[in-house]
């Protein structure tokens, strides 16, 4: 398997320069990722808003997101600060690509006559997609020596796992509860 980011020395390289540029490629991949976490983050604000104000949820659901709404605002905050640290700042154009991408689905799920339920659909993966992306951030990190980098990650994770968890708990009755109210419509 070929490795990303080790080059080929030549004659006039030492193996002390290879390593070097291996770290700091490595160094510079898990700034992008942390772009990427930062954008991702921000994206999700919108859909975690529309939750947290959608009435055809139970409030139970609708207090989590919104809760949740603060931690994502937080984790936001807390990579900034840490790609600050890093000499570096987030990516205008990923933000604008994560926060679109999010709207878009958001959109798409209005024509939908299940809305509230793909969006809940939507959101557990998302929680997931989100505790996969830190659990590798971390790992990385740890590996790189980049310790304020782990913390962060580490603390971010707890909350997208009780997020995850809560959506979890919710959808039988959140389905249910759709199926049965569109039952009586159709009656």
Known sequence: MKKRHTTKATATRGRRSVLNRDTENTRDEIVEWLKDAYAMERGLETSLEKQSK??????????RA?????????????????????????SVLKTTVGAFTQAAKGIGS??????QIKDLLDAYSMEHFEIACYVALAAAAEKAGLTQVVQVCRRIIPDEQRMAKSLLESLPEEVTDYLFEAETATR
């Open 54 to 63: 959608n009435n055809d949820l139970r409030p139970a659901i609708r207090d």
């Open 66 to 90: 919104a809760t949740h709404l603060k931690e994502t605002r937080n984790h936001a905050k807390q990579i900034q600060s840490v790609l600050r640290s890093l000499d570096s700042d987030t």
């Open 110 to 115: 209005v024509f939908a006559r299940d809305e």
